[in-house]
């Protein structure tokens, strides 16, 4: 049984900081690249960061860049999206991923979490 699972969301206030946790079961974890994405209500899903399957390369998108930091450790099967700085355009539904590579395209993956609420709001 192949899972992904995003947790961590949850309500914050301008400014506030967010760890959300991406953790893999019934597949290599180590062989793919994991990347977070977000959707807000009316909008399209986007691309916040993803990193490669060894670690050595990642991206940031340039919203967020400053703000939001990606990790992972593989021999916890986990990648972990720290977002600090919030602001209420943050606001989505954050979603992880597992596929060959970083690509912001979101049909290119292979598999997906259930996502994360993330509210931002004074």
């Known amino acids: 049984d192949v899972q992904l699972q995003a947790s961590g969301g949850g309500l914050v206030q301008p400014g506030g900081s967010l760890r959300l946790s991406c953790s893999a079961s019934?597949?290599?974890?180590?062989?793919?690249?994991v990347g977070w994405f977000r959707q807000a209500p009316g909008k399209e899903r986007e691309g916040v960061s993803c990193?490669?399957?060894?670690?050595?390369?990642?991206w940031i998108a340039d919203s967020v860049k400053g703000r939001f930091t990606i990790s992972r450790d593989n021999a916890k099967k986990t990648v972990v999206l720290q977002m600090n700085s919030l602001q209420p355009e943050d606001t989505a539904v954050y979603y992880c991923?597992?596929?060959?590579?970083?690509?912001?395209?979101?049909?290119?993956?292979?598999?997906w979490g259930q996502g994360t609420q993330v509210t931002v709001s004074s």
């Open positions: 991923a597992a596929g060959a590579m970083c690509t912001t395209k979101v049909d290119e993956w292979f598999y």
């Open positions: 019934g597949f290599s974890f180590n062989e793919y690249a």
């Open positions: 990193i490669s399957r060894d670690g050595d390369n990642s």
